[in-house]
């Protein structure tokens, strides 16, 4: 093995500075030893034994859940890792395993108060390397999670996203073959004699028609018994093209009762074309609203996405509507709503004002909580989730309820623990509700939980007058 010397430790950028005597007191206190390759550092789960200085090889850290391996580091010679001085972490929360033969330093957990109480240098060096630590930690956390969920909601836009798209290419298409179609029956209609009185008559009627607001909900055997009705009325006015025109008629509401009046307004002879006239622009009409509705789908999408990353923000607090976030979230989260069943269940009180936060790291609480809210209520096929906002004091407080399993009552306190997750393979890290817990704080808010089975409600509170 190689021989470490406090010259050596003192080659360590972050013990450059501490005396001689301390590394010596630290390399005299510490366990020298090998790993063979395999061997395992630190397991998850255990007991943290001491502070680990890596002499010499490398050492695989990664965390596993459910057979599911994620490797977040390799360590190398002059790392350092374990417990530091200060540190509330007694329990590993991620596995260490040797990738090569490694020849490490371990200092005991036990000598650590006689470490703080007699060496201040070597403390504070161990104390910044620990707060160097956590900041890289947080930032990982942060990137790996903002990834997860962008990868997530990717999924769910790719498939709203190509909804409409194709319905606007399938309509375009529909309606550019429908216009070639027009010729024939622009024909039949300019070789009409109608006087001006009769046209502004049948033209009111149509209108009329038109403009009814409240159209029936029909059944499927609802709609099918309309339309033959609406075929036999056509057919005893001597209307070609019945089949057709009846189910687009019934479609905007028509009744037979009007095609009376129409008939009345229309010498017999003209009927059938004025009619198919009138068809072809209902067609049309319907297509271009299916082309609007799926256009405006696109933009409600586009603009939820801009909100939702704040992506032409600058990285500073301003105050915002808490339910626009929501909102942006709930039409990113959209697909899933719609797969899982969900009902949506919404009481907001619009009278609150608005909170100074970071807007990008906001929509991730909502994105986290309440996409683990549709997660788990996947095992009952269906759920009801619930959003309330009101306020309580000198707060802004959002309650987000579901109705799933729960969560059991041996893991509740460990739910905010970063890499911690009940969810299967591939669709949790564990980082989601450490994430929330942790930009919360950074908000000087408050997050509860409370959870029993069939109800599990987050309850998150943002003061309203924080600068």
């Not at 350092?80 to 490694?102: C, E, H, K, M, Q």
């Amino acid at each position: 093995m190689q021989l470490v010397t406090k010259e050596w430790l003192q080659s360590i950028e972050s013990l450059r500075e501490v005396p001689s005597d301390q590394l010596q007191w630290w390399i005299d206190q510490s366990h020298h030893y090998e790993l063979q390759e395999g061997d395992f550092l630190i397991r998850q789960g255990t007991e943290t034994t001491g502070t680990h200085v890596i002499i010499d090889g490398r050492v695989q850290m990664y965390i596993s859940q459910k057979n599911s391996v994620q490797n977040l580091t390799v360590l190398g010679a002059k790392d350092i890792t374990g417990y530091l001085p200060f540190s509330r972490g007694i329990v590993n929360s991620i596995d260490g395993r040797a990738l090569t033969r490694t020849q490490v330093m371990t200092f005991p957990v036990g000598s650590m108060n006689s470490l703080i109480h007699s060496h201040f240098e070597l403390t504070q060096a161990l104390v910044h390397i620990m707060s160097t630590r956590v900041r890289e930690a947080t930032i990982f956390q942060q990137q790996n999670e903002k990834m997860i969920a962008l990868g997530k909601l990717s999924a769910g836009l790719a498939h709203e996203l190509n909804n409409p798209a194709a319905a606007i290419v399938r309509g375009s298409d529909s309606l550019l073959k429908h216009l070639k179609l027009q010729p024939e029956n622009f024909k039949a209609v300019v070789s009409i004699k109608m006087s001006a009185e009769h046209v502004d008559r049948a033209n009111t009627k149509l209108f009329e028609v038109l403009s009814r607001k409240e159209k029936p909900v029909l059944t499927m055997m609802q709609r099918r018994r309309l339309e033959d009705d609406f075929v036999d009325c056509l057919d005893s006015h001597g209307v070609v093209n019945s089949q057709e025109l009846s189910e687009n008629f019934v479609e905007y509401g028509f009744t037979c009762d009007d095609m009376d009046e129409f008939s009345a307004l229309i010498a017999s002879e003209n009927l059938s074309p004025v009619l198919n006239w009138m068809n072809n622009n209902l067609v049309t009409e319907r297509m271009v609203n299916d082309i609007q509705e799926a256009s405006r789908r696109i933009e409600k999408l586009v603009g939820a996405i801009k909100n939702f990353t704040h992506m032409d923000r600058g990285r500073d607090k301003e105050y915002t509507d808490v339910h626009s976030g929501i909102q942006n979230t709930i039409t990113m989260l959209e697909y899933k709503f719609t797969k899982g069943n969900v009902e949506l269940l919404e009481e907001y009180d619009t009278s609150l004002p608005k909170i100074k936060v970071f807007v990008g790291d906001l929509n991730q609480v909502w994105t986290n909580i309440i996409d683990n809210a549709l997660d788990a209520m996947e095992v009952n096929k269906r759920g009801r989730l619930e959003i309330k906002t009101r306020r309580d004091r000198e707060y802004v407080e959002v309650t987000i309820t579901d109705d799933g399993p729960g969560i059991p009552e041996d893991i509740k306190n460990r739910i905010f623990e970063p890499f911690f997750t009940t969810k299967e393979i591939g669709k949790g890290t564990g980082l989601g509700l450490d994430v929330v817990s942790r930009i919360v704080r950074q908000h000087n808010g408050s997050l509860k939980v409370d959870s029993k089975p069939g109800c599990t409600a987050f309850v998150l509170c943002f003061p309203i007058n924080e600068s």
